[in-house]
């Protein structure tokens, strides 16, 4: 039997325009989940809305930026009058910088952790109430291949989602007493506008293709994991494989990407 049911749940997804924020906003609404989604793209979440309500589901929009704290309380605030409660959050927003840390502007490494790690934190905090009420409650957070190894060109990338990764396993343990689940996700390549829409491109590693895998394909191993009670996992075969090299032999794949630097 499945540890958590989706129909009936409540969820708040961040940065929902696009990727795997709307995939993930499309997946647990098919299967049932009544979804706030935010993100800073007014025209984008109400094509969203509209696309929801038209398959017949139930969806609250938040337009801004999740950096910013009263972003965070209007979503806080528009599941539980919306909803009455919230039982899912997944913190997918996210931004990504490319270049040599030498070259990069100082601004590029506090603009990537507010994004990627402390509004994550911030999110997890408001809504920590609210989830200690929940049914089954969850929290997902949204990671990368490169939390488990960094890579040049993505140093401030990378130190977000090393953040996001040990504050996941913290508060793993810390909610455990309150029956709130922790699911970190490390995608890999994924067909998104991720590196349309980094903060910086100072340069970029010319790296060995592989094929990328959608965003619906991830959000429905997402999904999954949810309804499984999973604490990780790793939607991406190649990404596998470079976690288990590294964790085989490090040196090995220091050399490797000191290649590409």
């Known amino acids: 039997m499945p540890k958590r049911d989706i ?24 299967q049932g989940a009544d979804v706030v989604a935010t993100a800073r793209r007014d025209d984008r979440l ?28 209007k979503t806080i605030q528009a599941v539980h009058s919306r909803f009455g409660g919230l039982d899912i959050l997944v913190n997918n927003a996210g931004v990504g910088a490319l270049g040599l840390f030498e070259h990069a502007d100082p601004a590029r490494a506090r603009h990537v952790m507010e994004v990627n790690f402390f509004a994550l934190v911030e999110m997890t905090r408001l809504a920590f109430p609210l989830l200690k009420q929940g049914t089954n409650p969850i929290v997902v957070n949204i990671s990368s291949i490169l939390g488990h190894r960094g890579a040049p060109y993505s140093s401030e990338y990378s ?14 343990a810390e909610f455990t007493r309150h029956e709130i689940d922790v699911l970190v996700v490390s995608p890999g390549t ?3 506008e991720f590196f349309q829409s980094v903060v910086e ?10 094929a990328a895998v959608t965003a619906e394909q991830v959000a429905r ?35 490797i990407m000191a290649r590409y630097a």
């Open 159 to 172: 130190a977000s989602k090393f953040a996001v990764q040990g504050f996941s396993e913290a508060i793993r």
């Open 7 to 30: 129909r009936g749940s409540r969820a708040i997804v961040t940065g929902a325009s696009s990727g795997i924020g709307r995939a993930l906003v499309m997946e647990l609404s098919r």
């Open 46 to 73: 109400r094509a969203l809305s509209e696309e929801i309500s038209a398959q017949g589901g139930r969806i609250e929009i938040v337009v801004g930026d999740i950096t910013d704290p009263q972003t965070r309380e």
């Open 221 to 255: 191993r997402i999904v999954r994991a949810m309804k499984s009670g999973r604490h990780e996992i790793i939607p991406y075969g190649w990404g596998k494989v470079l976690c288990w090299l590294n964790r085989l032999s490090p040196a090995l794949v220091d050399r």
């Open 201 to 210: 491109r100072v340069g970029e590693p010319t790296w060995p293709e592989h």
């Open 190 to 192: 994924t067909q998104t």
